[in-house]
């Protein structure tokens, strides 16, 4: 361990190296670790800065600008190929002028099937007794 | 008012009716669905079949799933087992976890535990039959045994005998969200969505330029009623509970279908409407009916939640809060993130 203090201790110096333990040594040593010290700070703000960047981009993708509704994942059977007709990427909505729908207290309607003469019927009631 | 809607094959108890919006940008159905009305309106038009096939999927689960009216429900199995410790659907028990998180949230105020107080007001069938059988005098009130008893982990619910679950007060915007997200799973990642569920309305994709028209009003089909409000939905929900409707007569007495947890008994306080803007539906919906049960302290737990809102008075006065806009025709503002979905927002 001693000759990690700069002692030779016995060491053969490589031919053509001259005086590789020379009173220099120290400097050149201390301009080592400052080197190393500036690549350190590089490499950390690099990680910090990184790790933001890629923050903000996980950030966006989690969180996309139009809503996405919420509930558990439907079936693959729903995940269907997009209908005839669908909007081309990055299409901008349309102009919507007139409601398209009203929230409000929650009417009653109640759907029921009947068969008459091997056809089915169906009868919607709405509202009824006090949701009128 | 009975009406017969359709004749036609057998299929025709899920037919969707054709809705005319007077927009050619949009197409829009209807159909009755979870006892209410369910609507989905997209663009472009041509998505409008998938959409309705996918509403009809979600919609058609749900309802096996959390009805309490069905004898053939997973929720009505749990409730003749008598208590115990139950493996649900993946379906029934996001629905419940729901229902728990939204009593967390509003420190009890929308409880699930409340079933047995309603059935004992005589809301014990679906309510277009309650008045072909009104019944007697209700039963004494009975307070909600407390969301805090039922446990809930993952698909595994332990129910406590005697509990009952009524999830009236999250099952609409629970519908209304999944719908939204099948739409758009169906019809693809272009173009926009609304659905609503009794007025329940979540929206999703891309919105119309400004944001979905839609009219704010006390009772359904009466959007051109004075004191009716047009807004702008860009994202999220909007849900509205009110005392106008869903009403019923027992022994005289006339009750409503929004019961207080603490006393069993329909909620009386100074709020006959409340309309709350949210990321989801659900919390929209959750949030709704704890502010109508809050009573006077209605305000204050609505200002904490930080959520827009409109509330109607029984005087008609109407109060806005959380940057719920004034004039016809602006955005809602919706906050981020979710109370109700475990991870915030799912």
Known sequence: MSADRGDPGGRVPLAGVENSYSAERPVARRDGIRRARRMSNWSAAALIVGTGAAAVALAHQAVPATAPAAGPAVSGSQAAAPAAGAAAPGTPGPQVRHSVATTSASGVTTTTTRTVNGTTVVTRTAPARGDD | ?346
């Open chain 2, 1 to 346: 008012m009975t009406t017969v809607t359709g004749v036609s094959g057998p299929a025709a108890a899920a037919s969707w009716q054709p809705v005319l919006s007077g927009e050619d940008a949009v197409a829009a159905a209807e159909r009755a669905a979870l006892g209410t009305s369910a609507r989905v309106v997209v663009w472009p038009p041509g998505n409008l079949e998938a959409a309705c096939a996918a509403a009809d999927e979600v919609l058609g689960a749900l309802d096996r799933q959390a009805s309490r009216f069905r004898p053939d429900s997973e929720l009505s199995a749990v409730h003749r087992a008598g208590g115990g410790l139950f493996l649900l659907s993946d379906g029934l028990a996001g629905a419940v976890g729901v229902a728990l998180a939204a009593a967390r949230w509003t420190g009890g105020l929308a409880d699930p535990t409340v079933g047995g107080a309603v059935i004992g007001l005589g809301y014990d069938r679906d309510f277009a039959a309650l008045g072909l059988n009104p019944g007697g005098p209700p039963a004494e009130p009975v307070p909600a045994p407390g969301w805090y008893r039922v446990r809930l982990d993952g698909p595994l619910l332990r129910l406590p005998a005697g509990i009952r679950l009524d999830l009236g007060a999250t099952a609409k915007g629970v519908g209304a969200d999944r719908t939204v997200r099948a739409v758009m799973a169906a019809a693809g990642p272009e173009g926009g969505v609304l659905v609503s569920l009794g007025g329940d309305i979540a929206v999703g994709g891309t919105a119309p330029r400004g944001g979905w028209p839609v009219t704010v009003a006390e009772r359904p089909g009466r959007g051109d009623a004075p004191g009716s409000q047009l807004i702008r939905l860009a994202g999220g929900a909007v849900a509205t509970s009110s005392v106008t409707c869903r009403r019923w007569r027992r022994g005289g007495r006339e009750l409503h279908h929004i019961v207080d947890p603490r006393t069993g008994l329909p909620a009386d306080g100074p709020w006959r409407t409340v309309s709350v803007a949210a990321r989801t539906c659900a919390d929209a919906n959750a949030a709704a009916t704890a502010a109508i049960v809050a009573g006077t302290q209605a305000e204050g737990w609505l200002a904490a939640a930080g959520v827009p809102a409109r509330l109607v008075g029984h005087d008609g006065q109407v109060r806005r809060l959380g940057g719920w806009p004034a004039a016809d025709g602006q955005p809602l503002p919706v906050t981020w993130g979710s109370h109700v979905y475990a991870g915030g927002l799912r």
